[in-house]
T-cell receptor, first 114, second 115 residues
């Protein structure tokens, strides 16, 4: 979905390096999410944010941090990357106040930690 | 706690035949249910959702899903499969009454449509 963009699309890094993945959206949605996808495990929620001042841990937040710089921007950081953080990372957005909370996903960032 | 199970890692179907991708869920209250599709090297795309009301939900690309409360299932169906339907399909659930806005996804089912 072109309304949700992620940068970079691919990244190879080394163990111990700090990495930031960025997400921007033009959908005007208040809620933003970070997931990781691993083969055979589906998607797991890392962090989510309902507005700039409301950030919450998801299922697997250890080793990750986030920053909501503006309504449209939500960044995910790996302070000290490790090989088991190699995965496909997705950002998603949804509309505040919509009870069904349909989420719309970005194209993903493929991260490899050597 | 909420959970989703997709019992089949892979489903193979011949082009033109009907397809079904299975999903069962567990919630403490009433569910919101979703299907998403992921094409190679792409993000997830929303297909359809069940909120309330009619148990048969119609979505994008000719897909539909049937909500069955007694069997706690939400199977995805299409009457006639296309080769272009080959992709990874994810079922997701949110418990309406849990006070949480988190979606829980299944592990995904790879659909292969054989020409």
């Amino acid at each position: 979905d072109a309304d949700v963009t992620q940068t970079p699309r691919n990244r190879i890094t080394k163990t111990g390096k700090r990495i930031m993945l960025e997400c921007s959206q033009t959908k005007g949605h208040d809620r933003m999410y970070w997931y990781r996808q691993d083969p055979g495990l589906g998607l797991r929620l890392i962090y989510y944010s309902f507005d700039v001042k409301d950030i919450n841990k998801g299922e697997i937040s250890d080793g990750y941090s986030v920053s909501r710089q503006a309504q449209a921007k939500f960044s995910l950081s790996l302070e000290s990357a490790i090989p088991n953080q190699t995965a496909l990372y997705f950002c998603a957005t949804s509309v505040a106040g919509a009870s069904t909370d349909t989420q719309y996903f970005g194209p993903g960032t493929r991260l490899t930690v050597l | 706690a909420q959970s989703v199970a997709q019992p089949e890692d892979q489903v193979n179907v011949a082009e033109g035949n009907p397809l079904t991708v299975k999903c069962t869920y567990s919630v403490s209250g009433n569910p919101y249910l979703f299907w998403y599709v992921q094409y190679p090297n792409r993000g997830l795309q929303f297909l359809l959702k069940y909120i309330t009301g009619d148990n048969l939900v119609k979505g994008s690309y000719g897909f539909e899903a049937e909500f069955n409360k007694s069997q706690t299932s939400f199977h995805l169906k299409k009457p006639s499969a296309l080769v272009s339907d080959s992709a990874l399909y994810f079922c997701a659930v949110r418990d309406r009454g849990a006070g949480s806005y988190q979606l829980t996804f299944g592990k995904g089912t790879k659909l292969s449509v054989i020409p």
